[in-house]
């Protein structure tokens, strides 16, 4: 868009000089995005500071018929939050919009604008004593706007469920500019159509999300940590039913962590893991209000290994040691980016298929792109793995994505658990999604953006 073109005026006058950037060295940090895969050329990026001035914007670049880019702390795996090439995309950062409303620990709910980094948001629930439950190694930069419009998973949807289940209510601006105000703190709400459920997880494709009213759990007291090694994803699924048993109601956190992950991050992060190499590694938490869970926890692990599932491991005796077996598994996506190019994938399948569904694909990948490395990580509780394929100059990244992504589909599994389509994966969710599924998105679209202006290209293609 030209230096001269009136829109920037009419912007300025809504946000102020200091919220429209557009020195090139300051925009920069906007137009790549975390995984520096897409990098984009925002026309100017725009910091509002309200609601109400979102509203402006979003009237204004309408008016001019120019599109606009939702971005929250850009930490989006998709590319979800950067713009195209062109030049003429407007990219609308929330993150000057980061007031905590309020906390209300005995309604259990917490308010917050779409700028607040939601390690805030965790903070503010923690000093009422509270815990806001969305933990994902980002969210000292992800902001509440960016996780809503995500569905943000994490290590903790086995107890507390995805980011939708915990919203409660929502404003959003829609793309002509209308302010919807759903900030309701209700727990039962079946007063018509639930319409906040197509904000959630739209990646910025259907309005603006501009705060949120999110529900609080109590904050367990009482919490276990545990490191443990397992020969086989088979026993990893064998524990889990155990655990679901006899400690379930407290089971916050089943994550699988792969031998080969476990030696990047001593590599790429000099973190040691405290116990022996193994082909797999299990870290489970579990966490109560009330006392008596280290004892119920020692005794399921003490039977685990009495039955072979469990081969070796450990259990943090400190808050310290706890945050050190965290660390190894919060430092793997740093050390697979460090150790080179890897094509990821977010899939998940019916959980008792995992182990099939892992013997199956390495032997596919292993004829299909020899040569290749594992990264093979995730939330094994959700039945979500993130089956990152570490690839050498030769590899094909579009097939070996392709060919990943055909066996989940043969397993009744999805192409995107958490992280979304953003413009990664558009072409990849057109050819795995039915006609249906597909037509019935662009009449949603249609019906909520039909000028297309609202991030266009993600989720779904151009047009
Ligand atoms: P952004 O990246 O800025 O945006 C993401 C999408 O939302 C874009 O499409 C953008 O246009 C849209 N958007 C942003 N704000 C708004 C708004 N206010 N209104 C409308 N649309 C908006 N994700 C998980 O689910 N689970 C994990 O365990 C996890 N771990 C991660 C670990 C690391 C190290 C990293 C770097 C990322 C991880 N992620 C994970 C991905 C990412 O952190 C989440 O998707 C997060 O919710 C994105 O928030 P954000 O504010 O950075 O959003
Ligand atoms: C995680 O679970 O750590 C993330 O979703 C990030 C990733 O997939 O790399
Ligand atoms: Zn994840």
Not at 85 to 112: F, H
Not at 223 to 241: C, G, H, M, Q, Y
Not at 384 to 411: C, E, P
Request: proline letters at 5%; a negative charge; hydrophobic letters at 45%.
């Amino acid at each position: 868009m030209a230096p001269d073109h009136p829109l920037f005026d009419t912007l300025t006058g809504i946000v102020g000089a200091a919220g429209v950037v557009t020195a090139a060295d300051d925009i920069a940090p906007y137009a790549i995005d975390w995984r520096r895969l897409f990098p984009g050329t925002p026309a100017c990026v725009v910091r509002p500071k309200s609601t109400a001035e979102v509203a402006a914007v979003v009237r204004a670049c309408r008016a001019a018929g120019v599109a606009l880019v939702p971005q929250g702390g850009n930490t989006g795996m998709a590319g979800g939050a950067v713009p195209d090439a062109s030049g003429r995309q407007v990219l609308l950062s929330l993150n000057r919009m980061n007031a905590i409303r309020e906390v209300d620990p005995v309604g259990l709910t917490l308010e917050a604008e779409a700028g607040v980094i939601l390690s805030v948001a965790k903070e503010a629930a923690a000093a009422s004593d509270r815990l806001l439950p969305i933990s994902l190694a980002a969210e000292g930069s992800a902001l509440i706007g960016g996780v809503v419009s995500t569905n943000a998973g994490g290590i903790n949807v086995l107890r507390y469920g995805m980011t939708r289940a915990l919203v409660l209510g929502l404003e959003v601006v829609l793309a002509d500019g209308r302010i919807v105000n759903g900030l309701r703190r209700l727990r039962k709400d079946n007063a018509g159509y639930d319409w906040k459920q197509l904000f959630i997880g739209s990646e910025g494709t259907l309005g603006i999300v501009t705060a949120a009213v999110l529900r609080l759990v109590p904050k367990p007291r009482h919490s276990v940590t545990a490191l443990i090694a397992v020969e086989k994803p088979e026993a990893a699924l064998r524990l889990l039913d155990k655990a679901q048993t006899e400690i379930g109601d407290t089971l916050q956190a089943f994550e699988l962590i792969s031998g080969a992950s476990i030696a990047l991050v001593g590599q790429h992060a000099g973190l040691k893991c405290p116990i022996a190499p193994a082909s797999w590694f299990l870290l489970i938490e579990a966490g109560s209000t009330l006392p008596g869970l280290r004892d119920a926890a020692e005794a399921l692990l003490a039977s685990a290994f009495e039955d072979g599932m469990a081969v070796d491991g450990v259990i943090a005796e400190t808050g310290a040691q706890a945050a050190s077996l965290w660390a190894l598994r919060e430092h793997i996506t740093e050390s697979e980016a460090r150790e080179g190019k890897s094509v990821k994938h977010d899939i998940s399948v019916p959980l008792t298929s995992i182990p099939a569904f892992l013997a199956e694909t390495e032997a596919m990948l292993a004829e299909v792109a020899p040569g290749i490395r594992l990264n093979v990580f995730g939330h094994l509780g959700d039945g979500n793995l993130h089956y990152n394929v570490m690839i050498q100059s030769g590899h094909d990244a579009g097939s070996i994505n392709r060919a990943v992504h055909d066996m989940v589909t043969r397993y009744g599994g999805s192409i995107s658990a958490e992280h979304g389509i953003g413009q990664y994966r558009v072409e990849e969710l057109q050819r795995t999604r039915s006609p249906e599924e597909l037509a019935l998105a662009r009449q949603l679209k249609q019906a909520l953006d039909p000028a297309g202006l609202l991030n266009p290209g993600k989720v779904l293609p151009h047009g």
